[in-house]
């Protein structure tokens, strides 16, 4: 059964970092593309960024509004995709969602990031 | 960027009836990369329907997509009580990907 279980979320004051993991289970986790999207309270899905499998080279695209502060790596030894977010914001205060390939086929539960001073 | 405009907002309907709702894009998507989410409250969103058309995974026959180039469409042909919730379209063809705002599906 593939399972994706994200961690790292909390409270965090503006200009801080904070790094998410996303663990992976169930399927060969080296050979599958890994997404993050964020939801902000009460509102739609946003497409965050992603990670290439390294067979096609591990890089990463990024949404506008956090290339320059967030960046996705992976380590498919522990089957974990991270997110680093620096310089947070308030209004990057969401529930954070990894899920499996850029489709989105399988996703985690969620963990929630809150900005705040 | 592709922006997704789903609609309506709401949709408003009683069970056994069927839902249409519709995503149209700024732009022509390839149908490869065009998908529909469902999101129930508290939950992470699950994947309906990808390619435009395909069914996910354990997805029952009453969901069904379609459409090409700039609009598509998801149907829902006799809505059960658990089908009362939100759905969202995506892109994922080109980056940056982006969803829809998302329809509400609600009972009358």
């Known amino acids: 059964e593939v399972q994706l279980v994200e961690s790292g979320g909390g409270l965090v004051q503006p200009g801080r970092s904070l790094r998410l993991s996303c663990t992976g289970s169930?399927?060969?986790?080296?050979?599958?593309?890994m997404s993050w999207v964020r939801q902000a309270p009460g509102k739609g899905l946003e497409w965050v960024g992603f990670?290439?499998?390294?067979?096609?080279?591990?890089?990463?695209e990024s949404a506008a509004s956090v290339k320059d502060r967030f960046s996705i790596s992976r380590d498919d030894s522990k089957s974990i995709a991270y997110l680093l977010m620096n310089s947070l914001k308030t209004e990057d205060t969401a529930v954070y969602y990894c899920?499996?390939?850029?489709?989105?086929?399988?996703w985690g539960q969620g963990t929630l990031v809150t900005v705040s001073s | 960027e592709i922006v997704l405009t789903q609609s309506p907002g709401t949709l408003s309907l009683s069970p056994g009836e069927r839902a249409t709702l519709s995503c149209r894009a700024s732009?022509?998507?390839?149908?490869?990369?065009l998908a529909w989410h469902q999101q129930k409250p508290g939950q992470a969103p699950r994947l309906l329907i990808y390619?435009?058309?395909s069914r996910a995974t354990g997805i029952p026959d009453r969901f069904s997509g379609s459409g090409s180039g700039t609009d598509f469409t998801l149907t829902i042909s006799r809505l059960e009580p658990e089908d009362f919730t939100v759905y969202y379209c995506?892109?994922?063809?080109?980056?940056?990907?982006?969803f829809g705002g998302g329809t509400k599906v609600e009972i009358k």
């Open positions: 732009q022509s998507v390839s149908s490869t990369y």
């Open positions: 990670i290439r499998s390294n067979s096609y080279g591990g890089t990463t």
């Open positions: 995506q892109h994922y063809g080109s980056s940056p990907f982006t």
């Open positions: 390619g435009a058309s």
């Open positions: 169930g399927f060969t986790f080296g050979d599958y593309a």
């Open positions: 899920a499996r390939r850029t489709v989105a086929d399988y």
